[in-house]
């Protein structure tokens, strides 16, 4: 499945921002779907991610409270939304999807088969 990341930006810490993932050439059902992030300097790391067909989640301890992932059918679309973003948020953002995912494997970069481009978020202190 091909993806199309969207809605970074520059936000101010305390702040919100809503990314979205969509799908193209595919539909997502029978699909995980997960948000990855990467800091200059540091390793590409978990942040989200949502099954399409029963809707379990997963999140980062870094993120749990503060991010919510959910996903919309008509639009095909997976959307994270990050409230109360910090300095320390500031990363590019990767969606990511792959097919047959166990629970226990949503949080593994290696699990992810199809990856989409990243968007900048950058949080001012």
């Known amino acids: 499945v091909q993806l199309q990341a969207s809605g970074g930006g520059l936000v101010q810490a305390g702040g919100s921002l809503r990314l979205s993932c969509a799908a193209s050439?595919?539909?997502?059902?029978?699909?995980?779907v997960g948000w990855f992030r990467q800091a200059p300097g540091k390793e590409r790391e978990f942040v989200a991610a949502?099954?399409?067909?029963?809707?379990?989640?997963a999140y980062a301890e870094a993120v749990k409270g503060r991010f919510t992932i959910s996903r919309d059918n008509l639009q095909n679309t997976v959307y994270p939304q990050m409230n109360s973003l910090k300095p320390e948020d500031t990363a590019v953002y990767y969606c990511?999807?792959?097919?047959?995912?166990?629970?226990?494997?949503?949080?593994?970069?290696?699990?992810?088969?199809?990856w989409g481009q990243g968007t900048l978020v950058t949080v001012s202190s």
């Open positions: 050439g595919r539909t997502f059902r029978s699909y995980t």
């Open positions: 949502i099954r399409w067909n029963d809707r379990a989640t």
């Open positions: 990511a999807a792959s097919q047959g995912v166990i629970i226990n494997s949503m949080k593994n970069l290696a699990t992810y088969r199809d």
